[in-house]
């Protein structure tokens, strides 16, 4: 039987997901929508897939069995809707929105609904992570340091804070939900931030959080989108006798016997992928960020960011 895929937005995180969506033997990519009928056009001739200028043309046309939703933050909310209401299995990219509300809001479609999700914060499908894990099984760890340090992606709604909801909610979201797999739920906080006439946008350009854990564990979050090029974006965690630094490509462990470097083995884009169309298809059970989990990191990272453009208290 063939899987039959519809993708919404045709940028650079689509264009990861057709590649290997592509690859996975009996999935067909039938559709791709994006308001840039050209943009639509490149990555649905490269898909061998139709192409359409609007996601609702899309839905009304194809005969799917899954939506990949590869929208700007500000543009999520009506099309997840119009899928729920078909009953379509929903793969998101992160974040879920720009606010709160619209985020919480399709939750409760969701789950009314029953719909089998996914939301792309592939970070936990790095075996590094998993090792990570295992070794802090036994050392819990007592302090966490996030650190998204980039320069500002060259895309107009990014630098909005309409239309992306800012870095924080936008790329430091990852080290949000690595740090909530690895240490466990924040109980409360302090965040500030600021921007600057060199900034991009309207956006804060810098921003920090102090953030303590139920575990008792503490952490301290910071991002900023001023430099030329990516500088340092990962999650470091002390615990006792044990030093991590997890990115998106390798962990480093130190402990008694010294100072290791692990390359990750697996690719995590991929991975998420083909977790969801096994879903989908009833062959597997690897969906590690169904929708409302993923709401749970959103929330944090939302509230960050409010409280940074506050100088105040993380409300959670």
């Not at 921003?207 to 030329?228: E, H, I, M, Q």
């Not at 480093?252 to 169309?277: C, H, I, K, L």
């Not at 062959?283 to 929330?299: K, N, Q, S």
Request: aromatic share 6%; glycine share 10%.
């Amino acid at each position: 039987m063939t899987t039959r895929i519809g993708l919404v937005g045709a940028g650079f995180i689509a264009g990861r997901h057709v590649d290997v969506l592509t690859s996975i033997e009996g999935v067909t990519v039938a559709g791709i929508a994006d308001p840039r009928a050209d943009r639509a056009e490149v990555l649905a001739a490269r898909a061998g897939a139709a192409a359409y200028a609007h996601w609702a043309d899309l839905l009304d046309v194809e005969r799917l069995d899954a939506l990949w939703v590869c929208v700007p933050p500000h543009a999520h909310g009506e099309v997840e809707t119009a899928a729920v209401e078909r009953g379509l299995p929903l793969f998101v990219e992160k974040p879920l929105a720009t606010d709160l509300g619209t985020a919480a809001a399709l939750a409760d479609r969701i789950d009314a609904a029953g719909l089998l999700t996914a939301v792309g914060y592939h970070w936990r499908y790095l075996d590094t992570l998993e090792l990570a894990r295992e070794l802090l099984a036994g050392a819990p760890a007592r302090l966490v340091l996030g650190t998204w340090l980039d320069r500002a992606p060259r895309v107009d709604w990014w630098a909005r804070q309409d239309g992306s909801g800012g870095q924080t909610v936008e790329q430091a979201t990852h080290l949000f939900d690595v740090a909530r797999v690895l240490v466990g739920e924040v109980e409360a906080g302090w965040a500030t931030g600021s921007r600057s006439p060199d900034g991009p946008g309207d956006i804060l350009d810098v921003c920090t959080a102090a953030l303590r854990f139920d575990s008792g564990a503490v952490g301290s979050f910071s991002n900023s989108c001023l430099l030329p090029r990516a500088h340092r974006i990962g999650v470091e965690l002390v615990a006792p006798g044990l030093g991590l630094w997890l990115t998106e490509h390798q962990l480093v462990v130190t402990d008694d016997d010294g100072e290791r470097v692990v390359d990750r083995d697996v690719d995590p884009f991929e991975a998420e992928d083909r977790a969801f169309v096994a879903a989908v298809r009833g062959e597997g059970d690897d969906v590690r960020t169904p929708y409302r989990e993923a709401l749970r990191t959103h929330r944090l990272a939302v509230a960050v960011a409010t409280a940074a453009a506050d100088g105040g208290t993380v409300r959670l």
